[in-house]
């Protein structure tokens, strides 16, 4: 064994060592070093707003029950004397009122509800409220809160928050004159119409925009049953948490995929762990019409109660989501309106809010003229000043305004359906589907007959061109135009039994709602039924060649076969027996032009859009499983006795 040579190197070290150890004994217990760089940002940031046009104001308000809701109130500069237009959202009341780094009140206000021209032009104070548990207010949030009574045990509700918040408004706000109007569109059309229940004397006009109003019947929610799928990333996104911090993910780029493979919506919704959500359950408890939808449908509540307040209802006659409410409040509450002066409609060629942006098209249709510009300066702005300014003229605003479509002409109406302003008629006339696949005023009258196909839930008719993108309203998606979707794709298909007219002479007018009377019958114990009126132009337009031949929808709705004897008690459907579904249509106002032929495609699916309905009965279709959905023959019949036909309220001339 060698002799070890390091022993002289290791007596060298070990002082070292030891020298080290001290010294970072000493820094460790050392005081830390000082700061000398203290924070440039201050602990309260004051804004120097000074050369603003006006004067931003962030409020807590108290309700009766002691919640404070976050208010945003925006004064033009100099203002006194001067109304106060008022929106309630669950939308960010912030975001709704940002400066947008502009020192002028236009950029500020933006996105939904906001009818600059109107606001600015008008001279109004702007004030923008979250609802009792969104964004910056305090409390619980409950999906479209119901009114106190049996579905709200507590003393509060969107009337009661409307109202305290005006009784502050009007004693809090000295640059006002005491007159106070509520606007608002979609969600913030609904808490319009709260606001009609025992109003604040200071309420002194109402325009609900796109109101929510029944959402059984054929608003967000579902279409005469049918669920609307795809507004399940909606229910997610407005109730996991109070500011939407958590998004809906999704596992294919086209919706119809996702929707398919998950089977079932309550499946779909137990993989995004959606049960969490309260509403989502009441959904999920609630398929049929029941008291939980009745008792909240703003219709039938309205109709109850007494007309106090001067209402504008804002109808879009291609609303993609709340296509119902509108109007069915306007025939509930027109009744009351003995002396034409207090409901007030106004019907255009728009999309969902499109009422308050560039309104000079709708997707593939040109209107030739910005009929939302139109609507804002020629029909809501003086509205508004009427019942708001003082000292301000009664404006010329007719009981109703329609824009026809087809012809693309607004009509003063003195009521709705007239058809025109004065000695037209409006005369329900039925259109058959006849042998040969044709549609025609003249009933049918061959032997009995019919028209076939068969829907397989496995491959549903798409409701539009896929990929079929998510509902929403960023840069570049086209949710807003579906409605106007060109059907041709549809009238392809196998699955979709299509009608069509001979070529018209002369122009047919329809203003009202058109009504489906299917006589119809299915190898499967339940079904579906889609039926689409539809506009199917020329072969070649000469001045949009694009539109040769085009396929437009001018209305459609779905009916879920279950209902066909009771909305409130759904039951299986007799096998193969032919049996009358009727149900309404969206309201029209549409001239179909000579050369135009009249269509109409009937079809079982309208995926995914609307959930599958397996075609066999189960007692409750959000828990569908595989086997349940099964391929069925559905037949459309068109013979005496059995006549289909589409229910048109044709508008003849004097």
Known sequence: MKPLRCFPTLTLLVPMFGSLFLADLAAAQAPPPVSTLPSETPAQFTPVTGSFDYARRDVMIPMRDGVKLHTVILVPKGAKNVPILFTRTPYDANDLTTRAHSSHLGPSLHGY??????????????????????????????????????????????????????????????????????????????LPLMALVNPHPALKVAVPMNPMVDGWMGDDWFHYGAFREQNMPYIYEQEATRKNDEHWWTSHYDDY????????????GRRHGLEQIGFWRKILDHPAYDAFWQQQ??????????????????????????????????????????????????????????????????????????????????????????????????????????????TNTWRRLPAWPAGCSSGCTVKPSPL???????????????????????????????????????VGYSNGMTWSQWLVDDQREASGRPDVAVFVSDALSAPVKISGQPIANLVASTSGTDSDWVVKLIDLYSDEVGAQPEMGGYQLM?????????????????????PDKPLLYRFALPTVNHVFLPGHRIMVQIQSSWFPLYDRNPQTFVLNIFWAK?????????????????????????????
């Open 432 to 470: 058959y589907l006849n042998a040969g696949l044709k549609l025609s005023f003249t009933a049918p009258a061959g032997e009995s007959s019919f028209d076939e196909y068969v829907s397989d839930p496995a491959k549903p008719v798409p409701y539009r061109a896929r990929p079929i993108q998510a």
């Open 113 to 190: 509800d906001n009818a600059l021209e109107v606001i600015l032009e008008g001279g109004y104070i702007r004030v923008v409220q979250d609802v009792r548990g969104k964004y910056g207010s305090e409390g619980d949030y409950v999906m479209t809160r119901p009114l106190r009574g049996p579905l709200n045990p507590t003393a509060v509700d969107h009337s009661t928050d409307t109202y305290d918040t005006i009784e502050w408004l009007v004693k809090n706000i000295p640059e006002s004159n005491g007159k106070v109007g509520i606007i608002g569109i979609s969600y913030d059309g609904f």
């Open 626 to 654: 595989p086997g349940d959905y099964r391929k069925a023959t559905q037949r459309i019949y068109h013979a005496p006795g059995q006549a289909t036909f589409i229910e048109l309220p044709l508008v003849t001339a004097p």
């Open 257 to 268: 995929d996702m929707y398919l493979q998950a089977g079932s919506a309550g499946e779909l």
């Open 554 to 574: 001018v209305a459609a709705d779905i009916f879920r076969g279950r209902y066909r004897e009771s909305f409130e008690t759904p039951k299986a459907l007799a």
């Open 297 to 406: 449908a703003m219709d039938k509540i309205l109709a109850a109660q007494p007309l106090k307040v001067p209402t504008m209802l804002v109808d879009s006659l291609w609303d993609q989501e709340d296509i119902y409410g509108a109007t069915a409040v306007y025939k509930a509450i027109k009744p009351k309106d003995t002396a034409n002066d207090k409901v007030f409609l106004v019907m255009g060629p728009w999309h969902h809010g499109q009422e308050i942006d560039d309104a000079s098209r709708l997707g593939a249709l040109k209107f030739g003229s910005d009929t939302g510009l139109y609507f804002r300066r020629e029909i809501l702005a003086p509205f508004l000043a009427q019942y708001l300014k003082d000292g301000a003229p009664k404006s010329d605003v007719a009981p109703v305004s329609a824009f026809e479509t087809g």
